[in-house]
């Protein structure tokens, strides 16, 4: 199996458990891969597993989340399809939100500043959006951030409820509340 193959398989037991809950054994369960095979492809144990998952998912969601940010069209153009790749991302919903896992105990302790960065590209990039469909610099980043609390939010409520309608609600209006004037 490869790298990237068995960061996949891990990604669920993360976020179900969370860092500190995830144990080793539970993640050679996942991969099928004996924890001697865990340690070569990360020598560091679950620290090292959990960096190269949290740096997939920094990936994986700039090339599907962030890249129509980015891509030419009008700004409501390039939010709605953010929102479609968020609800792809997110499964509708079902997916918790990797970095929000990654900011408890001893996680945010180890990872703060690679989930505040991610946080901020993701809202610094919106907010250029914000900017070209003719909000202020201050006023876009306010509702990018506005539009982030929204997602996370949602996708607690949908862990908590156990009922993905509060993240599916914020997706299908997020684009008309971030440019209403």
């Not at 970095?99 to 990039?125: R, Y």
């Not at 914000?130 to 939010?153: K, M």
């Amino acid at each position: 199996m490869s790298k990237e193959k068995a960061i996949a398989k891990i990604i669920p037991v993360f976020r179900q458990y969370g860092y500190e809950g995830t144990t080793l054994s539970m993640l050679s369960t996942a991969t099928g891969l004996g924890k001697a095979s865990l340690y070569h492809y990360f020598p560091q144990g679950k620290e090292a597993i959990a960096a190269a998952v949290l740096n997939y998912i920094g990936s994986s969601f700039s090339k599907t989340v962030l890249k129509p940010l980015k891509d030419l069209g009008k700004p409501n153009e390039k939010i709605d399809r953010m929102c479609q790749s968020l609800n792809e991302f997110y499964s509708e919903g079902n997916n918790s939100c990797f970095l929000a896992i990654m900011s408890f105990g001893e996680a945010d302790n180890l990872f703060h500043q690679e989930v505040k960065q991610l946080l901020q590209i993701w809202i610094d990039t919106l907010a250029k959006v914000l900017i070209e469909a003719g909000f202020e610099p201050e006023q876009a980043q306010l509702r990018s951030q506005d539009a982030i609390i929204q997602i996370q939010g949602a996708l607690i409520l949908v862990r908590i409820l156990d009922d993905t309608a509060p993240f599916k609600r914020v997706i299908a209006t997020l684009s008309e509340k971030l440019l209403k004037a």
